[in-house]
């Protein structure tokens, strides 16, 4: 699986598809970072958030994208200086020596079938954020009309044809996250209910 392919055109075919709804929800889960934290951004992209992830003040971002082609995008962004590690590769790549305060999954989720979610992703994840962490989660809400379920369609046999991505149709995944053991303490819908982005923590803290 790889967004190479996709990387010259994704923001302008985003922005075509979906308007600035993605982009929104995206920055909704940005703002509930708060300053002097360290934050994790898995799969970010082209970085479209991420000067607004800086203006947060946090202590270090660590930026891990498995394509090349976005990540050098999202270099791009980022003004010399700035408190940021790029790193190219997946949630198998993130460096273990220090925790994370907050890490940002934006459209990452949906990826990836359930089981994958649950037996490997998200208990990966799980080891490098603090126990009082969040995960901050924008992604797909389940469709619930036709225009969604044929939003979805498309989107999913586009995206298996160009970048390989194995899911075949919407991943459930806030079941995965609840049987981790992690509630939404808070979120919000996007696009008449087609996305949603949502602060996950250990049902402990909550």
Not at 35 to 40: E, F, K, T
Not at 62 to 84: I, W
Request: proline residues 8%; hydrophobic residues 45%.
């Amino acid at each position: 699986m790889t967004f190479d392919p996709v990387a010259p055109f994704y923001d302008s075919l985003a922005a075509l598809a979906f308007g600035k709804s993605l982009i929104r929800a995206q920055e909704w889960g940005v703002a509930q970072v708060r300053p002097g934290y360290r934050v994790l951004v898995l799969g970010g992209g082209s970085g479209v958030t991420l000067p607004g992830l800086l203006a947060r003040h946090p202590t270090q971002v660590v930026y891990v994208e498995a394509s090349a082609a976005m990540l050098l995008l999202a270099q791009q962004r980022v003004p010399p200086g700035a408190p940021v590690a790029f790193l190219l590769g997946t949630e198998a790549d993130v460096p273990t020596s220090e925790p994370f305060d907050y890490i940002l999954l934006p459209f990452v989720l949906d990826l990836y079938p359930a089981a994958a979610l649950e037996s490997d992703m998200l208990p990966t994840l799980l080891r490098v954020l603090q126990p009082a962490g969040q995960l901050i989660v924008t992604d797909f809400a389940k469709p619930t009309t036709y225009w969604q379920r044929v939003y979805m369609w498309l989107m999913l046999r586009f995206f298996r044809l160009t970048t390989g991505i194995p899911a075949r149709h919407w991943t459930n995944w806030p079941a995965s996250l609840a049987a981790l053991g992690l509630v939404e303490q808070h979120g919000q819908s996007f696009r008449y209910g087609q996305l949603r982005s949502g602060c996950w923590l250990r049902q402990t803290y909550v």
